[in-house]
C-alpha cells in the first residue's frame, strides 16, 4: 500500500488494547529512516503513524518522528486497524 490510510476507530475496547499496545513497545535503536507510512492514527492529542509486517508493527509518534518503536505481537491491533478499511 502506497498510500497512507487514517483509520477511524470507535469501538472503546480496541481503542484500549490499541493504547496499551504503544504504552509496551520496545524502542528501536538506530536512525529513523522509513518508507511513507501505512497507516495514520489519532489517539487524544497523539498522532501515530504505522507500518504493518505480517505479525508485528512498527510505528513513530509525530510529535517525535526520531524514535521509532516495535510492536512483537501486533495481530490484534492489525486487524483492528484493517477492519476500519
Same mark, same amino acid.
Do not use: C
Given at each position: /500500500? $502506497? $498510500? &497512507? /490510510? %487514517? +483509520? *477511524?476507530?470507535?469501538?472503546? *475496547?480496541?481503542?484500549?488494547?490499541?493504547? $496499551?499496545?504503544? =504504552?509496551? %513497545? &520496545? &524502542?528501536? #535503536?538506530?536512525?529513523? #529512516?522509513?518508507? $511513507?507510512?501505512q497507516? +495514520?492514527i !489519532?489517539l487524544? @492529542? @497523539?498522532?501515530? +503513524?504505522?507500518?504493518?509486517q505480517e505479525k508485528s508493527?512498527?510505528?513513530?509518534n509525530? !510529535?517525535?518522528?526520531?524514535?521509532m518503536? *516495535?510492536?512483537?505481537?501486533a +495481530?490484534e491491533i492489525?486487524?483492528i486497524? =484493517?477492519?476500519?478499511e
Amino acid at each position: /500500500m $502506497n $498510500n &497512507k /490510510m %487514517t +483509520s *477511524k476507530i470507535l469501538n472503546l *475496547k480496541e481503542i484500549t488494547t490499541i493504547e $496499551n499496545a504503544i =504504552r509496551n %513497545t &520496545k &524502542k528501536l #535503536d538506530g536512525i529513523v #529512516d522509513v518508507a $511513507n507510512p501505512q497507516y +495514520s492514527i !489519532q489517539l487524544g @492529542e @497523539e498522532s501515530y +503513524s504505522f507500518w504493518f509486517q505480517e505479525k508485528s508493527a512498527t510505528f513513530i509518534n509525530e !510529535q517525535n518522528t526520531e524514535t521509532m518503536y *516495535k510492536i512483537e505481537n501486533a +495481530s490484534e491491533i492489525i486487524n483492528i486497524i =484493517r477492519a476500519t478499511e
